[in-house]
Structures are given as structure tokens and as C-alpha cells.
């Protein structure tokens, strides 16, 4: 019998599927106890009905819940619920609502700065988990979530595998494949992987890494560095191809955006970063440098705007200074003289120059007490 919405495993009551995967199918559960929502993960059967798998699953989840990170999403308990079908295996998380960096990613990748404050939390994360000896092995933007507080969550250790150098391969991950999806499914889980990881060798924390960079490349600029048409031809890209540059695909990146990702893309572990905290520390760096270019250019913006104010300001200021020293100059003070050019009493008026220019001819008014005729000069 199917588990169906409404059913309970012990005190949890089933709300509705959110997930499905190689590993197990996802529910928004209730805990009927504490009253509070959950995730619950119940196991495929093949793992289930296998105690060899079953026991190494249940150590791995318990150190996964030993993890305490602010970007870890928290995991509860194992648990194990007798139906009438038979036993039911499955694991409890902390519910997380938000949505994946596959839900928020834009088609041309995420802005440089947007982009920088998801990768150091995200690598600090892994760093976290690494330090613990907990590879995650299914890095991908669907086990990405930004929560509805903006906080950045990895989800999804189901294939996270402890530090055991003991124990033997575990073979390729192919089977983290949904069973009831598209080929654009399978190529979405196995365009992550490592090649060491597709080729069934032996993973470490620098398988990780690799995936970092994967998703990294893909958050930069909107598009996979390895692709195919099918799972065997992606799994050929990762193994062969080298990916395009970042810079040729989107111009206005930053090169040292591109070396860090190419460093992560390495085929050879051994010239990848060493440990996610490496990643963080170069991602970091690179944060502050473009800040610091950010601030330069605000800065420089802002010198701009002050000189020209001040250059408006002397212009003004020249204006009315100007203008108060037109207004102090005094005016010219023009005095004027009469001389008498006849020797007649009177008034002379209307002086001209005779036509030779040698004589000057004026109109005389004589005074009351002497009128002589006008006279010449």
C-alpha cells in the first residue's frame, strides 16, 4: 500500500509530498507531539529492506545531525514505523520554506554581488560539514534553498557519506536520479557531479568542491559548464570537455571570478582547492576587492559632483563680486567751463565752425543793457 497524504507513522501526520528522489520520498509532515512541522524523508525500500545499507544510512544521518551550522538545515531523528505493509524507514528535518537557487536563478546568472553573498555562506557550509568528515556527494541548486528569512540552507544529505577510510567505492551516483522523471532530470543530477564521482571512484571532500564550482559557473552565467543530450554525454563533458571561460560568456565578470571557478572545474582533484574553507577564503578576498572597486567608483563619482559644485560656487561668487565693484566704482564727474569767445555782453549759442574751418560762429543774445549785433571771431 502507497503512504498517501494523511497517513501517520507514528506521531507524524502526513501533509502533502514536496520531494522525490533516488534516496526517498519528501513530506511536509506534522509532529503531533511537539506541534511543529517537519520534513520527512521515508527510504526506498531497496535501502530499507537492506540492513548492511540501512545501518551505514543511519550512522551517516546521525553524524549529519551532530552538524550544527546556521546553513545546515538541522536533521531530528532516524525513525521506524510498523505499518500493515511492513516496516517503514525514514529520517525527520528541520522544515524548510523558501525557494531553491534552480527557483530564484536568473536566466543570465545571478548579479556579482548577489552572487558572492550565496557562495561564502554556502561554502562555509560545506567547509562545516567537511570538517566533520561529511561529504555530501549531491551538491546541486535543488539542495539549495533560500529561506523565507533570506538565510541561504543546504539540504538534502542523503548521500552524504562519512570518513571511513575502511570502507570500500561506492560506485557512481547515478541512482540519485529521480525514478518517475524526464532525461532534463537525470541531466540536472549528473551535471553536478565530479569525474571521479562519474567514473564510481572513490569521493572525498574535493569531489565537493568540484560541484561548488559547477554550480558556481551556472549562478555566474545561467548556463551548465558541462552538458549533453543525454546522461552518458554529460557524463563525457565532465570528463573530457574543459567549460568556456566566464568572461568570454558574460564580459563584465570579474577574471578572478573565472580562476576561481576554472580551479574548481579541475579534472584532477589534486589541483583543486583542498577544502571549501580555501574556496571561502578566495571568494571572500574577491568580495572585498570589488567593494573596494565599488567604493573607488563612488568615491570618484562623489569627488565629481563636489568639483563641479565648487566650480559653480567661484562662478557665482566671481558674478557678485563683480557686480559689488561695478556698484562701489563711482560714475566719472564731467564739469564743464564757460569762456566767453566775444567780447559782446550776452549770451552766445549754436557755435559752428565757418566752412574753411578758420572762424567760429555763434548766435549772441545780448543782455538788457547792451544789445550789439552778433559778431564773428
Known sequence: MPIEPGQQLLHYRLIEK??????????????????RRVALKVLPETMAADPERRARFEREARAVAALNHPNIVTLHSVEEAETPVGSVHFITMELVEGRTLTQLLPKSGFPLNRLLEIVIPLADAVSRAHRAGITHRDLKPDNIMIDSEGRLRVLDFGLAKVRDPSAPAQG????????????????????????????????????DIFSLGTILFEMATGVRPFQGDTTMSTIGSILKEEPASITELKPSLPRHLGRIIRRCLAKDPDRRYQTALDLRTEVEEL??????????????????????????????????ILQSVRRETPEPVVSYTSVPI???????????????????????????RSRKPASTL
Open 342 to 368: 566775444t567780447s559782446a555782453i550776452g549770451e552766445e549759442t549754436r557755435p559752428n565752425w565757418s566752412p574753411g574751418g578758420e572762424f567760429i560762429g555763434a548766435s549772441s543774445s545780448p543782455s538788457r
Open 172 to 207: 557512481t551516483q547515478i541512482a540519485t536520479v529521480t525514478s518517475d522523471t524526464a532525461e532534463g532530470r537525470v541531466l540536472g543530477t549528473v551535471a553536478y557531479m565530479s569525474p571521479e564521482q562519474a567514473e564510481g571512484k572513490e569521493v572525498n571532500a574535493r569531489s
Open 18 to 35: 514536496i520531494g522525490e528522489g533516488g534516496m526517498g520520498v519528501v513530506w511536509k509532515a506534522e509532529d503531533t507531539k511537539l506541534q
Open 287 to 320: 568580495q572585498s576587492d570589488v567593494g573596494s572597486l565599488d567604493a573607488s567608483d563612488r568615491f570618484g563619482s562623489r569627488r565629481w559632483l563636489v568639483l563641479g559644485a565648487v566650480a559653480v560656487l567661484v562662478v557665482v561668487a566671481s558674478f557678485a
